[in-house]
C-alpha cells in the first residue's frame, strides 16, 4: 500500500465501544415527511441496496469523492490550513458502502449515516462493524430516519447523497432539507439519473410495469425471464448485457435499476433548475473528464467546442454522448473560486499524497483506480511529502513538477 494512505491505518480504539453503544440505540422509526417514503422503504426492505459484500477488513480500492480532503483539493485548489476532522452526513446510506468508505477516508470525523430502510441499515451496521468502519471515526450513528427530519442535527462540513433524491416523491423537499444542514462553508456530492443514457432502462421499466410484474420476487423474476426472452438483437436486451448486466448481478442492484417503484431523471437544463431551487451553488462534477470535450473531439471541431463557455460545453458533451447516465456533482452554500497558485506561492504551501492512491511502488492506481506511471523523480517527491508532511514543498522540487503532480491530483495542496 503506498505509503501516503498510512493515515487511513490510525484507530481510535477508546471510542470502539460508546460507539457501538451509540449504534444500537440510534434506531429510530423515520415520518412519513415524503409521500413516497413508506413504499420506498418497504422496497429497500425486500432489497437491501447496494448489493455489494460484506467484507472484514477496509473496503476495496478508495473512491476519492468519499474523502474529504480530496474533494476540498477538487472544489477550491487546495485544503485550508488548521481544518479539524469534519462531521460528515451520508444522506440515504442504504447498506453502508458510502458509510463504511467515508469512515476509512476520513479517520477521526463525526459521520452520521441515515436511511429509511430498517433492512438496509441492519447490513450496513454489520458492514462497518466487520470492517474496522467504527475504529477510524471519532463518532459514528447509523439511523433509521429520512433525509427530510434531520433539522435537529446541525450544520456537516460535508454532506454525501448519492443515488437518494430521484426516488423521492418531491425532490426538491430532499434539496432543500440537505441545504439546510449544509454548513456555510460545507461541500455537498449527489448522484442523479440523466435522461439519455437510461433510455433502455425507462422502456424496461414501463414494459415490466404494463406486464404487472410488481416490485417484489416475482417482479425480479420475470425482469430477469424478460432479457433471456427477448431476441438476441432486441436494443434492451443488448444494451442491458453490454452495460448492465455485471453491476446487475446481485438481486439488489438488479431490482433498484429496473423495478423501483418510484424514479425522477434530469437533463442538464432542468438540472441547474433544481440546483436552483434550493438556492445552491454548482461547484463542478465529480467526474470532470465525462464533460470536457477533448474526450469526443478533435481539430477544428474541439477548438470551437473549448472556446464556448463551460455551460455550453457540457450541454454539447450531453448531446454529443446519449450514453451519460447519470450526473455526479458537488453543490457549495456561496459561490466557489478555485485558488490560482503562483510559483511562488506553490513553493511556499504543504503538500498531502492524495489518500486515495493504491498500489506500491509502481504502476498504482489513481484516484479513480486508472493506472499511473510515475517517474523515479515523482515517486521520491511523493514519498518525502508523506514522510515530512510538515516541509514546504519549494524546498523539495520545481514549480513544473510539483505542478504536474497537482494537476494530476496525486499531490493535494495544503495552505
Not at 33 to 51: L, M
Not at 142 to 149: A, I, K, N, V
Not at 163 to 184: F, I, K, M, T, Y
Request: charged share 20%.
Amino acid at each position: 500500500m503506498f505509503a501516503g494512505l498510512a493515515v487511513l491505518q490510525g484507530i481510535h480504539g477508546s471510542d470502539v465501544k460508546s460507539s457501538q453503544a451509540r449504534n444500537q440505540r440510534c434506531m429510530t422509526h423515520p415520518k412519513p415527511s415524503d409521500a413516497a417514503t413508506p413504499v420506498v422503504s418497504a422496497f429497500y426492505d425486500r432489497f437491501p441496496f447496494p448489493g455489494d459484500p460484506l467484507q472484514d477488513g477496509p473496503p476495496p480500492g478508495y473512491n476519492w469523492r468519499w474523502c474529504h480532503r480530496s474533494v476540498l483539493a477538487a472544489v477550491h485548489g487546495s485544503i485550508p490550513s488548521g481544518m479539524k476532522a469534519p462531521r460528515i452526513l451520508d444522506a440515504g446510506c442504504g447498506t453502508g458502502v458510502s458509510t463504511d468508505y467515508l469512515c476509512h477516508l476520513n479517520p477521526g470525523a463525526d459521520v452520521l449515516g441515515v436511511d429509511i430502510s430498517d433492512g438496509a441499515l441492519a447490513v450496513a451496521r454489520e458492514r462497518c462493524q466487520r470492517s474496522g468502519a467504527v475504529e477510524q471515526v471519532t463518532y459514528l450513528r447509523q439511523e433509521q430516519r429520512s433525509l427530510l427530519d434531520l433539522a435537529d442535527e446541525g450544520a456537516f462540513d460535508y454532506i454525501n447523497s448519492v443515488g437518494v433524491l430521484h426516488h423521492l416523491d418531491q425532490p426538491e423537499a430532499g434539496l432543500r432539507s440537505l441545504a439546510d444542514r449544509l454548513a456555510p462553508s460545507g461541500l455537498l456530492h449527489l448522484f442523479l439519473y440523466a435522461d439519455a443514457g437510461r433510455w433502455e432502462i425507462h422502456r424496461t421499466q414501463k414494459a415490466l410495469s404494463l406486464l404487472n410484474a410488481g416490485t417484489g420476487s416475482e417482479g425480479l423474476h420475470l425482469g430477469r425471464e424478460l432479457f433471456e426472452t427477448l431476441p438476441e438483437g432486441n436494443r434492451l436486451a443488448r444494451h442491458h448485457r453490454e452495460r448492465w448486466a455485471v453491476d446487475c448481478a446481485p438481486d439488489a442492484n438488479f431490482a433498484d435499476m429496473y423495478l423501483h417503484p418510484q424514479e425522477t431523471s434530469y437533463d442538464l437544463e432542468r438540472l441547474f433548475a433544481f440546483i436552483e431551487t434550493a438556492g445552491l451553488h454548482f461547484a463542478g462534477f465529480s467526474n470532470p473528464e465525462v464533460w470536457d470535450p477533448a474526450r469526443l473531439l478533435q481539430g477544428e471541431l474541439l477548438e470551437r467546442a473549448q472556446a464556448l463557455p463551460p455551460r455550453q460545453q457540457w450541454e454539447l458533451v450531453e448531446q454529443l454522448d446519449p450514453d451519460i447516465s447519470h450526473f455526479e456533482f458537488f453543490l457549495s452554500a456561496a459561490p466557489v473560486e478555485r485558488a490560482c497558485w503562483s510559483d511562488e506561492a506553490l513553493g511556499q504551501a504543504r503538500g498531502l499524497v492524495q489518500p486515495c492512491l493504491w498500489g506500491e511502488p509502481d504502476p498504482i492506481l489513481g484516484r479513480n483506480m486508472e493506472p499511473i506511471q510515475l517517474t523515479d523523480a515523482d515517486r521520491s517527491l511523493l514519498r518525502t511529502v508523506a514522510e515530512q508532511p510538515q516541509q514546504r514543498l519549494g524546498a523539495l522540487a520545481s514549480p513544473d513538477q510539483i505542478r504536474d503532480l497537482v494537476d494530476r491530483q496525486l499531490l493535494l495542496l495544503q495552505e
